[in-house]
């Protein structure tokens, strides 16, 4: 209990005197995340959308897979993209390992099949719903997906908020492909476990506070922007 009071106080103090390694690790956090998520949206919603509509032989495999992917190792996803980023990988002439961009390539590894998933159940009802009337319009399957992105765009966000919610949690992929460097690749997750690590664990508690607020906090801006709870609407 000492611990927790510890942190809450410490992380109470680096937010208030605006900390300054503790404000580049949350916009470095922010940056890869939120720049994780708007990929992963940007893949994974026309695709949740396009296994909604369309009907053909491996229909079935393909979102059995795509489930099965939403519970892909991340420590196995590290392992992939350094490899593949390494100097005797096959990109490894990029120079992109250890680099923020790495750590959103893994996240966006991570994150889109979890988004593509979300995205299929809510689209698939909306389809049901939508079905006979795009049809006799005789939409082309683009228009048919971006009608049912835009008309569900509310429920969806929910398909992005989780991606985002995976990603800023991450630590074992980015710790493989960011090596969790001073000023240069160190996030929220990978401090903590530096901090835990050392046995400052106040310190940890307070990095953990400041993330789980940092999460609440992105989520409530989310969700006041679009207004998903305006008026009676629930």
């Known amino acids: 209990m000492n611990d927790i009071l510890q942190g809450l106080a410490r992380a109470a103090k680096l937010v208030v005197t605006l900390n300054a390694d503790l ?80 750590m959103v390539i893994a996240q966006v590894i991570i994150i889109t099949p979890i988004i593509a998933s979300v995205a299929h159940q809510a689209i698939r009802e909306l389809w049901a719903d939508y079905h006979d009337l795009l049809i006799s319009l005789e939409t082309t399957h683009s228009q048919r997906i971006a009608t049912l992105l835009w008309d569900g765009r509310r429920a969806l966000m929910t398909a992005s908020l989780a991606g985002f ?33 050392k046995g400052e664990f106040d310190m940890a508690l307070a990095l953990g506070f400041v993330l789980i607020g940092l999460a609440i906090a992105v989520n409530l801006t989310l969700h006041m922007l679009s207004r998903t709870e305006r008026g009676s609407r629930w």
């Open 23 to 102: 404000v580049e690790i949350t916009l470095l956090s922010l940056q890869v995340s939120l720049g994780a998520a708007v990929i992963g949206s940007a893949i994974g919603l026309p695709l949740g959308a396009w296994l909604a509509i369309n009907r053909f032989p491996a229909r079935r495999m393909v979102i059995a897979l795509l489930n099965a992917l939403m519970g892909l190792p991340p420590v196995v996803v590290g392992l992939f993209v350094y490899v593949l980023f390494s100097r005797s990988g096959p990109l490894g002439v990029l120079g992109l390992l250890f680099t923020p961009t790495a």
């Open 165 to 197: 919610g995976r990603g800023i949690g991450e630590v074992g992929a980015i710790m493989i492909v960011g090596g969790n460097i001073d000023h240069a690749t160190r996030v929220l997750t990978t401090a903590i476990a530096l901090e835990t690590g």
